[in-house]
């Protein structure tokens, strides 16, 4: 018996005022009829998601996935719901629903999709770079193990600007690190933190950041020629950076060549101290 809401049929009243409101414009969209069956059900659940009635539509699939475990239409039930709950902003609850579609249906139609919502939803559940990283990390690898695996997507696109937006919150998170050690007068165990972003996030804008950090630590331990070189590495690395003019300057107020050496013997005076002064 066709239904409107999946229940039997709903009084003449009940029929007009939808009418009405139809071609008033309702805001929520039409649905139509669907089949009072378990598979009109999952049916009505798709229609709600795709007209942005999510908590109907959660609704409608939590009850056919608890009483219908064994469905051939279960993978296509979770998709929708896992949507229904991304419509929510409940990130933690899709993620569940994807989860599920993924270890019980990995070849589903609906698996390719639903591996991309899970990466965005951990995306969405990524937190600040002060805090810990551990959910930024798995939004990564997530959207990572979409890409490689499904690589003719559509999304892939969207998954890569993704994990950049990731991992430059996580080279913040190391640069952060390294600052706070700067402040608490431990340069070494800064420089430690500012050599991650080079190493594992060279190509973020927090890069080139700390390696101008690295070199401004060596000149609080009086490690000229150290910090030179840095200067100069950072120079190399990233010539056409802001901090790269900043490095330029620095090195020749030292007194350095911008091959990070000093400077030719013979500008030093009889004591061997060379025109930047003893430091």
Request: charged share 30%.
């Amino acid at each position: 018996m066709p239904s409107l809401i999946g229940r039997g049929t709903p009084p003449l009243w009940v029929l007009c005022l939808f009418c009405c409101a139809v071609v008033s414009g309702c805001s929520k969209g039409y649905i139509g009829p669907v089949e009072d069956t378990p598979e009109g059900q999952v049916e009505l659940g798709r229609r709600l998601v795709e007209t942005g009635r999510y908590y109907d539509a959660t609704v409608e699939l939590e009850e056919f996935t608890s009483e219908n475990p064994g469905s051939a239409m279960l993978d296509k039930a979770l998709y929708f719901l896992g949507r229904a709950y991304m419509g929510r902003r409940d990130y933690a609850m899709a993620s569940a629903e994807f989860e599920r579609l993924l270890r019980e249906f990995p070849g589903s139609e609906y698996a390719p999709d639903a591996r991309y919502l899970l990466g965005v939803a951990g995306y969405e559940q990524s937190l600040p770079a002060e805090l810990d990283p551990t959910t930024t990390i798995n939004a990564i690898d997530q959207l990572k193990l979409f890409v490689r695996l499904h690589p003719e997507s559509p999304f892939v696109p969207d998954a890569e600007s993704r994990i950049e937006k990731l991992r430059e919150r996580l080279a913040k998170k190391q640069y952060l690190n390294g600052k706070l050690y700067l402040k608490l007068n431990q340069p070494a165990a800064a420089r430690f933190y500012f050599e991650i972003v080079l190493d594992e996030y060279g190509d973020t804008a927090w890069a080139p950041m700390s390696a101008l950090s690295i070199a401004e630590s060596y000149e609080t331990e009086d490690e000229m020629e150290k910090a030179a070189d840095e200067y100069n590495r950072l120079i190399q690395m990233y010539p056409d950076s802001e901090e790269a003019g900043k490095a330029r300057l620095r090195v020749e107020e030292l007194g350095f060549e911008m091959t990070g050496r000093s400077p030719d013997p013979a500008g030093a005076d009889a004591d061997g101290i060379s025109e930047r002064g003893d430091r």
